[in-house]
């Protein structure tokens, strides 16, 4: 944060996947996690993805936590303002210096970078999440990052069902806590079991 030279290399960083990111559309399992919160069947959805797909498909700020931030907002350093990142990066584009905000502070991507602590608040919402589900359900993880992969571990291990859906091993593959283990394809399996089960 003290370096310029750092911030610029960042905002560069993040300049150069800003228009893949800005095309970016949810696909039908963000889609499927919105019919189960309309139907009233979703406690919490935990992220670690940084897109802000969920946001996007629909997903209620009040059923997401974006552990690791998103790139859909740039957040402000001091005052933890938190706004669209176009103009901003509007801004660095033209003139190559780092955007601050109007109190002063200095703005980034609202993702953690590395050397920053994760969000206290985003942190207890999880674990309550955990605390209070029936079903625990990892899509698409090798549930090898932590704190994230705890979480499904800390609802497990109460006895409620713990299923698995990911396209190759997960670390969590040999707990005793997991129900159902399935391989493949998330697009391919998530979707349509959720269609079922809500028919039904």
């Known amino acids: 944060m003290t370096s310029e030279a750092a911030r610029i290399e960042h905002w560069d960083y993040k300049l150069e996947s800003w228009p893949a990111f800005k095309e970016a559309k949810p696909n039908a399992v963000h889609r499927s996690i919105v019919k189960l919160e309309k139907a009233s069947k979703l406690l919490m959805l935990l992220t670690q993805n940084i897109d802000g797909l969920h946001s996007l498909a629909g997903s209620g700020a009040d059923k997401l936590v974006e552990l690791h931030g998103t790139n859909a907002l740039?957040?402000?350093?001091?005052?933890?303002?938190?706004?669209?990142?176009?103009?901003?990066?509007?801004?660095?584009?033209?003139?190559?210096?780092?955007?601050?905000?109007?109190?002063?502070?200095?703005?980034?991507?609202?993702?953690?970078?590395?050397?920053?602590?994760?969000?206290?608040?985003?942190?207890?919402?999880?674990?309550?999440?955990?605390?209070?589900?029936?079903?625990?359900?990892?899509?698409?993880?090798?549930?090898?990052?932590?704190?994230?992969?705890?979480?499904?571990?800390?609802?497990?291990?109460?006895?409620?069902?713990?299923?698995?859906?990911?396209?190759g091993r997960t670390e969590h593959d040999d707990e005793p806590a997991v129900s159902l283990r399935l391989e493949g394809e998330v697009t391919e399996i998530f979707p349509p079991a959720i269609d079922a089960a809500l028919v039904g």
């Open 74 to 167: 740039v957040e402000c350093q001091s005052c933890l303002w938190r706004g669209d990142p176009e103009p901003h990066f509007d801004y660095f584009r033209i003139h190559r210096k780092p955007p601050v905000c109007s109190c002063g502070g200095f703005l980034k991507p609202a993702t953690i970078s590395f050397g920053q602590s994760l969000n206290p608040h985003s942190l207890r919402r999880a674990e309550d999440a955990a605390r209070n589900a029936d079903l625990i359900i990892a899509l698409g993880s090798t549930l090898s990052v932590y704190p994230a992969a705890s979480f499904p571990l800390l609802g497990a291990q109460r006895g409620i069902p713990y299923i698995i859906i990911n396209r």
